[in-house]
């Protein structure tokens, strides 16, 4: 039997893969899940020798089952290329007796690119295998990342259309200039005046407003989605848990078998869920740590058993987790529940019109692989500086948030086991914070941001990345600004109709 997917609110069932990819959402607004998580089928002695992509046919071969050898060997092909940096695409430093995950090699520096280099061509072949006739319009939310990422992903990819909202004042700028000057005549770039979660809540109604799809549908046009709602994002980012365990055994730091600990500086939730997954495939994993910076809602969550959005809102040196609405929770959530999509409508319905909810006990025991920490701007500053002071090793903002809840977990509870951290972007997109952190904020005053990006290759002996030099002087291409309320209109601005 083939594996298919069903949504986690329970009105829709026996979806192919390609459909779920090609759909983003599922129709009564849930999220698409494989009805069983399935186990990896080669060994651990066979995965340590592989490569990345070779890794990644036989992690996606299992999800994608509607997918021939043919098609997916050459979407992983065509993703995982010289876009990178280096050849392991996702390469582990040993670093003060952590191992850190190193995500951030592909063309926008951010983890992002590790599945928005794989899913336009998953959607493509999506769209042929299922004789889609329309014009694919992606919409999509970012805190920063996933919005470059995806247009860098699906830039002159013809058949599709992409359009990305991204909070005005909630990016670094060198996000913001990596997103504005992005070419290609199917990307389109809007600021709206209101934070991520706007931005997502936004586009998840434009996705559940049947009027607006029927009228797109009659103009030749089919919404999808490149957040990690999407399981064609979900499912590449099981491969690098699995590659870096079997890089591990391979390297001769682990034993047969022996489990370890990850680290995921957590917003959406999608990464973390992703390692969840690796998990259950049969990764040894002992605990999850979900770590958040002062947007702490499922530190509380994890620690209460309540989810509470109802709170300030913090703009943090960390934007790409400043998010209090996790989507991928939500997937979680509904495999706690045993898999009932009524139990789990019934929790997101409380959500969207209460702020908060409750899971049951037995859920939270479900759960207990997961502990959730979270650090401070100050912790998080202050455990870049210490990494970067003792062994000369610079990571940014969101990885600064993890190393900062690891040097706490370990602290807290004497666990000692191998521990991977999840380092999910290149420190130059951040360069004023990670300067800051490492030089002191005296450095900044005056400099403009690729001042600090040159002082901070300067400082440190690094290289600048080249996306980083790429925007330096390109040209501002998007000036699109919108209210919230407006997202309806613009879409439909941007599209002609
Ligand atoms: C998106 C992002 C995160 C959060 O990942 P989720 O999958 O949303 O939890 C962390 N760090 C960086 C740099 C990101 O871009």
Known sequence: ???????????????????????GLAKDGGLFMPVEIPKLDVSFETLSGLTYQETAYEVMKLFFADFTEEELKSCISKAYDSKFDTGEIAPLAKVDGAYYLELYHGSTIAFKDMALSILPHLMTVSAKKNKADKEIVILTATSGDTGKAAMAGF?????????VFYPK???????????????GDNTSVVAIRGNFDDA??????????????EELVSKGFQLSSANSINIGRLVPQVVYYVYAYARLLANQELEQGEEINVVVPTGNFGNILAAYFAKKMGLPIKTLVCASNENKVLYDFFTTGTYDKRREFILTSSPSMD????????RLIYLSTGCDGAANAAFMQELAEKGSYTITPAMREFMSDFTGGFATQKENAAAIK????????????HTGVAAAVYKHYRASTGDTAKTVIVSTASPYKFSGSVMEA?????????????????????FTGTAIPAAVEEIRSAPVLHNLECDVEKMEETVKNLLGI
Request: proline share 1%; no cysteine.
């Open 438 to 458: 490492i030089a002191g904020s005296e450095e900044l005053v005056g400099r403009d941001e690729f001042q600090i990006v040159d002082d901070l290759s300067r």
């Open 323 to 330: 998010i209090l609405i996790s989507s991928n929770l939500e």
């Open 1 to 23: 039997m083939r594996l298919t997917y069903q949504s986690t609110r329970g009105g829709e069932s026996g979806v192919t893969a390609s459909m779920a990819i090609l759909q």
């Open 155 to 163: 830039a002159d990819v013809p058949g599709t259309r992409i359009i």
């Open 386 to 397: 210490n990494i970067f002071d003792r062994a000369g090793y610079l990571i940014d903002t």
């Open 200 to 213: 997502q809540t936004g586009v998840k109604r434009l996705f559940g407003n049947q009027a607006l799809k």
């Open 169 to 183: 004042d909630g990016v670094s700028r060198i996000q913001e200039l990596q997103m504005r000057t992005q070419k």
